[in-house]
Structures are given as structure tokens and as C-alpha cells.
């Protein structure tokens, strides 16, 4: 898995790793967007430039196995990464298609990813993941979940 | 569609209700999308799920003496095949051995691995990206883990048959 450094074109191989309890100090809100330390209890995790420190990107989720499902609570890319300005692209590509890779690894032809983004930018995760819409949720399932998966994971 | 729109999503649920309420409609249009899946798209997914599996053994190996080869093997078939016989037939070996096999009452031998390798390649073209020399190293891997959590049972003979004089000497 990679992300692109816009202004050069560079691909730099990433890491996602769960987040431990001394990256809460660094993941404040004014960088990461959100409060993070609410997700302590949850499974948070983080992107990380192979050989970096520094996160430039969080995710936090919830497995419903009941559904074979795995429901995004949380997720955002660090400050600079932000906006028409942005260093990287690619960060939250990366981080669904690897919550795609726990659910189908847990939940096989069943997996399932779900999210529930505002109005306004649910069209853009439409577009750009191919997800499907059930009311105010979007889902990942087979076949999209596993193209996601293609696109990213090489 | 501007992309620097794309920062970040607040996506918890306000309250039980009303992640019940959105659960069931989920699911229900989950169901009748899953009855309009192929075959083909249903073996994707377990193959992808069986890659995954397998790298996440050899990323997290577990020390016990579970069969952890075996029961990717069978996983394999299973996604693959409806009858076992029928990837005896593939592979040219007997169902017997293959039995024997997945009952962990034989070793596989260094040529069934060599072509349930070529068999993999084939099976997972146009699936994912799947390095078919992982079936070796879930096999090594394996022996590995249960070689060392059995060694409490096997260290004390082989240790005193071993020594070290010349270099002690030194």
C-alpha cells in the first residue's frame, strides 16, 4: 500500500498500525480534526510512512459480526493533509481499503464496510469508492469491496 | 467533485435507535444485493479472505501446535471446489493422499507443494495478488511454532546428548 507525494509524484510505502496509548498526546484535535482520546476504548488505528513517526492518518471502527460488518466511526487525515493544499493523496483510500481487508478477512463473501458522512460529501465517497447507499448509510460489499481492495493493496 | 472536501468524517451513530433503525435497513438491501452475486464473485471473496488469513498467520504467528497449513488447504479447496475428489483430479494426485492429508495423518511432500503453487497462481489470476510461495512459508512457519511450543517436551532428552567440550576449552 502507498500514498503520493502530489508535488513530486513520489509513491511512498505505508504502515497501518494500531494506535497506542502515547499517540494519544499527538493526535489533538486541531491536527487530527476530531477528539481521538473518545476513542480510547475503540479500535483506533494509524498511518504511518514506512520508517516515519508521524501520523497522517486515523481510523476508528466498530465490528458487528452479528451483521459481518464493520461500521467506520471515525476518520480523517492530519491537517496539512487537508484541503486543496494537501502533501499526500491517498490517505483515506488507504485507510477503508485496509477496515475492506479486516472485514473480508473476518467476513469473507459477507463483509460488509459501512460510513455515514454528512450530505454534502456523501457523493464524493459514492463517486470515488463506489459504495452503495441505504438511507443516510454508504456500504462497501462484494465485488466493490474486493476492488477497493485490488486498487489499493499492491 | 472537489476533493479537498475529503478530510474526514464524524460517522458514530447519535443513538441505539437510530443505529438499529439504519442496521435493518442495511441489512435488508445487503440481502438483495447478495442474492444478485455470481459464483465467480462469491470464490473471489473467499480467496481474497483466505490470502488475507494467510498473511495475517505469517505477520502474527501463533505458537501452538494447531495445523494451521492443513487448514488453509482445506479453506482453499473448499472455495474452489465443491467435491474434494475433483481437486485430486486437478492436482493428479490420489483422493486417498489428499485425505490423509487434510486429516494431518501425512506430511505433504515437497511436490505437492511445488504444485499447489502452480495451482494457486492459476486459481488466484484475476482475483488478487496472491504469492503463492506463501503456502511454503505458512508450512515452515508452522513447523516453527510447533517446534517451540513442544519444547519443553523434547528439549531435556535431545540436551544431553549435546555438547559443548572443545569450545568450552577455549
Redesign the interface.
Known amino acids: 500500500m502507498n500514498i503520493v507525494e502530489i508535488s513530486t509524484g513520489n509513491l511512498y510505502d505505508i504502515e497501518i498500525l494500531p494506535v497506542d496509548g502515547n499517540d494519544y498526546k499527538f493526535l489533538t484535535k486541531g491536527r487530527y480534526?476530531?477528539n481521538w482520546k473518545l476513542e480510547k476504548e475503540q479500535e483506533v488505528y494509524k498511518l504511518l510512512i514506512q520508517g516515519s513517526n508521524e501520523i497522517l492518518g486515523v481510523v476508528s471502527l466498530e465490528r458487528?459480526p452479528n451483521?459481518w460488518?464493520i461500521?467506520?466511526?471515525?476518520?480523517?487525515?492530519s491537517g496539512e493533509?487537508?484541503?486543496?493544499k494537501?502533501r499526500y493523496d491517498k490517505i483515506?483510500g488507504n485507510l477503508i481499503a485496509y477496515v475492506s481487508?479486516l472485514a473480508?478477512?473476518e467476513?469473507?463473501?459477507?463483509?460488509?464496510v459501512?460510513?455515514?458522512?454528512?450530505t454534502?460529501?456523501a457523493?464524493?465517497?459514492i463517486?470515488?469508492y463506489n459504495m452503495?447507499t441505504?438511507?443516510?448509510?454508504l456500504?462497501l460489499?462484494?465485488?466493490e469491496i474486493?476492488d477497493l481492495?485490488?486498487q489499493y493493496?499492491? | 467533485m472537489d476533493e479537498s472536501i475529503e478530510h474526514g468524517v464524524d460517522s458514530r451513530y447519535h443513538s441505539k435507535e437510530e443505529q438499529e433503525s439504519e442496521s435493518v435497513k442495511l441489512m435488508q438491501a445487503r440481502l438483495d444485493r447478495m442474492k444478485n452475486l455470481s459464483k465467480g464473485q462469491v470464490r473471489s471473496a473467499k480467496l481474497v479472505q483466505l490470502k488475507l488469513k494467510m498473511e495475517n498467520y505469517l505477520k502474527n504467528p501463533v505458537y501452538d501446535s494447531h495445523n494451521y497449513f492443513t487448514d488453509f488447504l482445506r479453506i482453499y479447496i473448499d472455495s474452489i471446489y465443491s467435491k474434494h475428489s475433483e481437486f485430486a483430479v486437478d492436482m493428479n494426485i490420489t483422493p486417498v493422499f489428499l485425505s490423509q492429508l487434510i486429516n494431518n495423518h501425512r506430511e505433504p511432500k515437497d511436490e505437492f507443494i511445488m504444485k499447489l503453487m502452480i495451482h494457486s497462481e492459476k486459481a488466484f489470476a484475476n482475483v488478487c495478488d496472491f504469492q503463492e510461495e506463501n503456502w511454503y512459508q505458512v508450512y515452515f512457519q508452522e513447523k516453527i511454532c510447533d517446534t517451540m511450543s513442544n519444547r519443553e517436551k523434547w528439549k531435556p532428552k535431545l540436551e544431553k546428548q549435546i555438547k559443548l567440550g572443545k569450545l568450552l576449552e577455549i
Open positions: 480534526f476530531f458487528i451483521e460488518r461500521h467506520i466511526r471515525l476518520i480523517t487525515v493533509n487537508r484541503g486543496k494537501k483515506i481487508k473480508v478477512e467476513f469473507g463473501e459477507l463483509a460488509c459501512s460510513l455515514k458522512p454528512k454534502q460529501i457523493q464524493h465517497y463517486e470515488k452503495n441505504t438511507g443516510i448509510t456500504s460489499e462484494v465485488p474486493l481492495i485490488n493493496d499492491n
